[in-house]
């Protein structure tokens, strides 16, 4: 998470924001779903659409949290 979280502030996003502009970026992800509890929550939701992450920035967080391999290399021991 620290690696992540530098990342974050080397953008100069939110962690939270940064994540979901991932997921909004991410072409598997059909639908990211928010809670926010707050207007401040909110307002960092829908900055995320703003964010423009470079096919670096997607290479960097997929080395700091590398994606599923496909069946069956991800469920071999």
Known sequence: ???FFSLCKELGEQPA????AWLLHNPV???PIIGPRTLAQ???SLRATEIQLSDATMKDIDAIFP???TAPEHYAW
């Open 67 to 69: 994606p599923f391999k």
């Open 42 to 44: 909110l307002d960092g």
């Open 29 to 31: 992800v059909t639908a």
């Open 1 to 3: 998470l620290e690696r």
């Open 17 to 20: 924001d940064g994540a979901l």
